[in-house]
């Protein structure tokens, strides 16, 4: 990535190379990968908010459900090679900086399955602040068996672990089983969310969840809204 220089109050530089684009302003740096159409760092308050770069995601590990009824649905996701996609650019990555100085990064890539593909259409916006406008819009085609997920994938550093939510609590919930939960302000940490279920299951789901907060000590981390 291109070296960043220092932005001054209220400025957001843009810089970019053949690989990557760097945003900096007041407070944050931001390197977006241009063939990933994903951000490999960001940078806010001078801490690194990601471990790993972002990386788009239909894979999960298959529970006690999934293998259940003949197994068939975990042996169609690995037959599929869900845990394997191939990435296809449609459209290159494109930015630019807006009239009000706001910075926008546009992108189409395909991953491909085995006997299909999910088109995503990647849009982000980079505002003044620091915050970011994220819109991925999946277009699953061809021969797929029910997806165990679709998103991005985030991997976040260990101190954040302090978890704040408004949604469905305080226990874990799903859309079958939320109806002794009730919506409003939760606060738990990430290790109260794992459940010691005697065979493999989901872990810390919360449905109706308005905004996400994962915060180290002193508040310091990432808060997500819907």
């Known amino acids: 990535a291109p070296a960043a220089r220092s932005a001054a109050k209220g400025e957001v530089i843009r810089e970019e190379d053949d690989w990557s684009v760097t945003v900096t302003g007041r407070g944050f740096r931001y390197v977006y990968n241009k063939e990933t159409a994903c951000f490999d760092s ?35 996701w690995k037959n599929q090679q869900l845990d394997n996609l191939r990435d296809s650019i449609i459209s290159p990555s494109t930015t630019e900086t807006l009239p009000n100085g706001n910075t926008k990064a546009h992108a189409i890539i395909a991953y491909c399955t085995t006997e299909g593909n999910i088109t995503t259409e990647y849009e982000y916006t980079i505002l003044m602040d620091g915050s970011i406008d994220f819109h991925a819009t999946y277009q699953p085609q061809g021969n797929l068996p029910p997806l165990p997920c679709i998103g991005t994938t985030f991997v976040l550093p260990k101190e954040l672990r302090q978890l704040t939510y408004f949604g469905r609590g305080p226990w874990d919930n799903y859309p079958d089983r939320h109806a002794s939960t009730t919506i409003n302000l939760w606060k738990s940490t990430v290790d109260e969310q794992y459940v010691h279920y005697p065979r493999p299951q989901d872990s810390g789901n919360h449905d109706d969840v308005v905004f996400v907060e994962l915060t180290n000590n002193k508040h310091h981390g990432w808060r997500i809204e819907c």
Do not use: C, S, Y
Not at 45 to 70: C, H, S, V, Y
């Open 42 to 76: 960001l940078v806010r308050r001078g801490r690194e908010l990601l471990t790993r770069p972002m990386q788009m995601n239909i894979w999960r590990a298959p529970t006690d459900n999934d293998k259940g009824f003949g197994n068939w649905i975990a042996k169609d």
